[in-house]
């Protein structure tokens, strides 16, 4: 029983950790319910982040970006049929913590990451890939977006 209270202890501990500085989290915490679906992505301050955001559906999805303080850094909507309406943009994140992302008007929204890594083992820049459904065909295209950060700017 000490065993598992000292081992709890330690996962509290590692839990309120939110520096982020092994990059080893990389977890997309998330949830979706009526229509609209919310992501927290981890984002270490100071690093220089860009977004893309397109769509090919005949709805009005929607996205906003929320810093950790609740600062809003992005909201726009990209009505679009044929990918020819686009969000793109960047900023410097400005603090530590879980950045939100918010899709409106969506079903569900899939994800992936994907993290490139230096010869020496540091990892330089990681994606945060989101797809999303607003209809019942499947084809996840109904809105797109990826968020980039890039461990070093210039
Ligand atoms: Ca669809």
């Keep these: 029983m000490k065993l598992l209270s000292m081992a709890s202890t330690a996962a ?4 309120s950790h939110t520096s982020f500085a092994t990059d080893h989290d990389i977890g997309i915490k998330s949830t979706c319910e ?3 679906c919310v992501f927290e992505i981890p984002i270490v301050e100071g690093r220089a982040v860009s977004w893309y955001i397109t769509s090919q559906t005949a709805g009005n999805p ?14 726009t909507t990209v009505y679009s049929r044929e990918l020819n309406n686009k969000s793109i943009g960047d900023f410097i994140a ?6 939100t992302v918010i899709f409106s008007n ?4 899939l994800t992936d990451t994907a993290t490139i890594t230096n010869d020496w083992g540091t990892t330089v820049s990681q994606t945060f890939q989101f797809a999303g459904e607003d209809s019942s065909d499947y084809d996840y ?9 890039f461990d070093k700017k210039g």
Excluded: C, H, Q
């Design 12 to 15: 509290l501990l590692l839990a």
């Design 34 to 36: 009526a229509r609209t």
């Design 62 to 75: 929607g996205i906003e970006i929320v810093s950790p303080e609740g600062d809003l850094i992005a909201k």
């Design 94 to 99: 400005p603090s530590t913590g879980r950045y």
């Design 106 to 109: 969506m079903n569900e929204v």
């Design 141 to 149: 295209n109904d809105i797109f977006a990826v968020i980039t950060w």
